[in-house]
């Protein structure tokens, strides 16, 4: 049995964010599109699941006991095929392949071709529900991973995310952490204009489920949040609210309603990639400026 | 139409009234349960999970009108009730079979075909999950509860679907050889199961294999090519009409996706016509998937007989198959008009 969590220095993490963001520009750059603020929002997120608290196995990618990760919001692949490459799951050189003819790595993932995929996802609003059946499986199978299902808070207008809700509630799965990139935009606007997705704590907490909301930039912060998840497969189901800022990381697409999908070439490409390079700055809302 | 056509025997009335008395009972209303397709469901999945700890079955609801609750009194931890959330459930599923356990989950046709359609298509086909979707009360035999809960379009809207075995039960001991074979099948399947009162056809259990089609009579005027409720029907029928002095095969196609393209060549060099008989939307079920093995073959007389590409009429199951000419005597006149014509 590997150790359960790693403990990777922050600084280290820190540099796994940056790293997502950076090979997210570039594998869209192959791709001539690519979904960048939804992937830059979930950098923090995906950095500490995968290389801090996951139990995974990269040379044994259906180790039955590793801990599930389900990508709800499929469009942020492009962030999550580094990091799997980069843990030893496939050969990162595979990557210059992304989205060309023939290729394992589409913009949606396909855990036919991709190791370390642990379910195929694009269609939105089905994440939470694969989760379930993972983690009821895990206890009909006595077995101890845990599922983590990362949500967009734009797919939460999916009704069938609310059937998946109230089963995991209803059935006391612990075993299954939703994480919620509460990054606060859908394609077309504000998800509070669009449909309204809060109190998004009430909500969940009304199903039975044992709820957090954090910071998602805030590496401490979600490091903590992970912490304090309850061992054991029956409970309640728990998720972790994370609030973040759609496309950061890149000043003109932090909140913009233009970057969901884009393509960044010549010198937008190099002074994207220089800013990325540079780190996290604070975060400084236009309309507040 | 006569007034046992009405008869209330015909209908689903659920399968729940008094369901301890239902369960000891060797018989409902004259019929051995071991002969009633609703009966072998849940009992059949138990025994097969006695030996194969992988299994799971999951139902929305319905335990006990598809009878999953003789799953669930034999294995307890193994049986999932989603309530009425069949997304859920089937999505769930393939959650479930992607660690590796083979999820049965059931409900009605009309409810996991047609509201299921996408979570089918995306969770279970797609990604290959072992999921098997068995929906009951397929076709219109809900009768007159309508046509919200029949299910008159499952099988073109789930045969366009790669990697999705798409399967029809016949009676009893056909469900028991379709869910035995399904168990190591290496694709989802979707199971079309009718009202659980289906008549004999096999008289023991078949050895079946998905994708060969059963001739289960054989003649030299004409094939009926058919499937689920109509194969008793059509059998029925070719006895009349060998009387007759037309001789009639018959064909269980039970596998609609992939379908048996060798059994159709025979039947068109053998008998030169064509006749398919389907529980279903005249559009996109059973024989437009002949007619699209037939175009690449030398011509051939054909006619399809179905539903009429409309709504329904209410009324009981008995009855609307006398209406739409879905009994033995509905079928013997569909194939000497197509004889003779």
């Known amino acids: 049995m590997k150790p359960e969590r790693n403990n990777v220095s922050l600084s280290v993490l820190e540099e796994k964010a940056k790293f997502i963001r950076t090979e997210t520009v570039r594998l869209s750059r192959i791709a001539g599109a690519g979904h960048y603020s939804s992937t830059f929002s979930c950098a923090e997120l995906l950095a500490i699941l995968y290389y801090d608290q996951m139990r995974l196995e990269p040379g044994q990618p259906q180790w039955p006991e590793r801990d599930r990760f389900v990508m709800s919001k499929g469009h942020a692949a492009i962030g999550l095929y580094p990091v799997l490459a980069d843990l030893g799951f496939f050969d990162p050189s595979e990557l210059d392949t992304y989205t060309r003819l023939g290729s394992s790595y589409g913009d949606h993932p396909d855990m036919k071709k991709v190791k370390g995929i642990d379910f195929s996802s694009g269609s939105l609003g089905h994440g939470l529900s694969i989760g379930v059946g993972m983690a009821l499986a895990a206890r009909m199978t006595q077995r101890d991973y845990r599922t983590y299902v990362m949500l967009g808070d734009g797919e939460l207008s999916e009704g069938q995310i609310w059937e998946a809700a109230n089963s995991a509630g209803h059935f006391g799965l612990q075993n299954l952490v939703a994480v919620v990139d509460r990054n606060g935009l859908s394609i077309d606007g504000h998800t509070e204009d669009i449909m309204t997705v809060e109190p998004m704590e009430d909500r969940f907490a009304a199903f039975g489920w044992e709820v957090q909301r954090i910071d998602g930039h805030d590496l401490n912060a979600v490091r903590e949040a992970f912490a304090r998840l309850p061992s054991g497969r029956n409970g309640r189901p728990q998720v972790i609210i994370a609030d973040t800022v759609k496309g950061r990381g890149v000043a003109h697409m932090e909140m913009s309603l233009d970057w969901h999908v884009g393509n960044l070439v010549g010198e937008d490409y190099d002074a994207v990639m220089a800013e990325l390079e540079a780190g996290l700055r604070p975060y400084e809302p236009e309309s507040m400026a | ?341």
Request: aromatic share 6%; with cysteine.
């Open chain 2, 1 to 341: 139409m006569t007034k046992d056509m009405q008869d209330e025997s015909e209908i689903f009335r659920g399968t729940t009234t008094g369901s301890t008395r239902l369960r000891d009972a060797r018989s409902v209303r004259g019929t051995p349960k071991a002969g009633m397709p609703a009966f072998v469901l849940g009992e059949e999945l138990a025994d097969l999970a006695d030996s194969d700890p992988r299994i799971v079955v999951a139902t929305a609801d319905l335990a006990s009108a598809n009878r999953t609750n003789d799953f669930r009194d034999r294995h307890p931890e193994r049986f999932v009730n989603f309530s009425i959330a069949e997304k859920n459930m089937i999505t769930a599923a393939a959650g479930m079979a992607s660690t590796g356990l083979v999820p049965y989950v059931a409900t009605f046709a009309s409810f996991a075909a047609i509201l299921g359609a996408e979570a089918i298509r995306t969770d279970c086909a797609y990604p290959r999950m072992k999921v098997r979707v068995l929906g009951s009360h397929s076709g219109m035999s809900m009768g007159f509860y309508g046509s919200s809960h029949h299910a008159l379009e499952d099988l073109g809207m789930l045969r366009c679907m790669a990697d999705l075995t798409v399967v029809c039960a016949t009676d009893a001991n056909h469900l028991r050889a379709i869910l035995r074979a399904s168990v190591d099948h290496p694709k989802a399947m979707y199971i079309r199961l009718g009202r659980g009162r289906d008549p004999e056809v096999y008289p023991s259990v078949p050895q079946i294999t998905f994708g060969k089609a059963a001739r289960l009579r054989e003649g030299t005027d004409l094939t009926i090519i058919t499937c689920g409720s109509q194969v008793r029907a059509s059998l029925d029928a070719a006895e009349v009409l060998a009387g007759e002095g037309i001789s009639v095969r018959v064909v269980d196609m039970f596998t609609i996706s992939k379908m048996d393209r060798d059994e159709i060549k025979a039947a068109a060099a053998e008998t030169g016509a064509i006749l398919t008989i389907e529980e279903h939307n005249i559009t996109g079920g059973l024989g437009s998937a002949v007619t699209e093995v037939l175009i690449d073959l030398p011509r051939c007389r054909f006619r399809k007989h179905g539903v009429p590409d409309k709504y329904v009429e209410v009324g009981p199951p008995a009855a609307l198959y006398a209406h739409y000419r879905l009994n033995a005597e509905g079928v013997a006149e569909i194939a000497r008009e197509f004889h003779s014509s």
